[in-house]
T-cell receptor, first 115, second 117 residues
Framework: AQSVTQLGSHVSVSEGALVLLRCNYS??????LFWYVQYPNQGLQLLLK??????LVKGINGFEAEFKKSETSFHLTKPSAHMSDAAEYFC?????????????FGTGTLLAVQP | NAGVTQTPKFQVLKTGQSMTLQCAQD?????MYWYRQDPGMGLRLIYY???????DKGEVPNGYNVSRLNKREFSLRLESAAPSQTSVYFC????????????????FGPGTRLTVL
């Protein structure tokens, strides 16, 4: 069965520091992987997705993620954190279900940015 | 273009009461989904509808029913609410795309915060 594991339920960084949020996947087939962001009291917004076209994926707001098959990882990074990046981040893997794809989500990582 | 809309935003129920959560999308998507979000558990799929006229169970369907009213609307019903159904409920929609390096992207509504006393 496909699944994702997010290491670290809470991550705190200083403004201007590197952001690294970890996601490892388990899949018997080449996976499609997603990162979503959830700001307080809002729905989920797509940050970026991996569909096997390129291993380094660039998303919105300066975030990027690199697919590493040997490490079964899809970690999210941003070189310099902004206060506005404080949110909860979810990694997800897509599961083919016939006419549609279901998403299996990780448990989320809450990012705090300190001034 | 409003995307995915959900009503109500907040609801408080007593144990045993029933209610229906409404979801609508204006993106002409074929597929729609209902999730629940609980602290420390991420989002879990309750039901989904791959296309108009079809519905399927997700990971946590017990205690819920759904109706795909038409292509735009997908409702979630709690027949007899229980405290364990206190959660934030999200609706999403997607459209399968073609091509070698393509996949569905799900777009989410703002959520309904439900408390069952």
């Amino acid at each position: 069965a496909q699944s994702v594991t997010q290491l670290g339920s809470h991550v705190s960084v200083s403004e201007g520091a590197l952001v690294l949020l970890r996601c490892n996947y388990s899949s018997s087939v080449p996976p499609y992987l997603f990162w979503y962001v959830q700001y307080p009291n809002q729905g989920l917004q797509l940050l970026l997705k991996y569909t096997s076209a390129a291993t380094l994926v660039k998303g919105i707001n300066g975030f990027e993620a690199e697919f590493k098959k040997s490490e079964t990882s899809f970690h999210l990074t941003k070189p310099s954190a902004h206060m506005s990046d404080a949110a909860e981040y979810f990694c997800a893997v897509s599961v083919n279900s016939g006419a549609t794809n279901k998403l299996i989500f990780g448990t989320g990582t809450l990012l705090a940015v300190q001034p | 273009n409003a995307g995915v809309t959900q009503t109500p935003k907040f609801q408080v129920l007593k144990t045993g009461q029933s209610m229906t959560l409404q979801c609508a999308q204006d993106m002409n998507h074929n597929s729609m989904y209902w999730y629940r979000q609980d602290p420390g558990m991420g989002l879990r799929l309750i039901y989904y509808s791959a296309s108009e006229g079809t519905t399927d169970k997700g990971e946590v369907p017990n205690g819920y029913n759904v109706s795909r009213l038409n292509k735009r609307e997908f409702s979630l019903r709690l027949e007899s609410a229980a405290p364990s159904q206190t959660s934030v409920y999200f609706c999403a929609s997607s459209q399968r795309t073609s091509g070698v390096h393509s996949t569905d992207t799900q777009y989410f509504g703002p959520g309904t915060r439900l408390t069952v006393l």
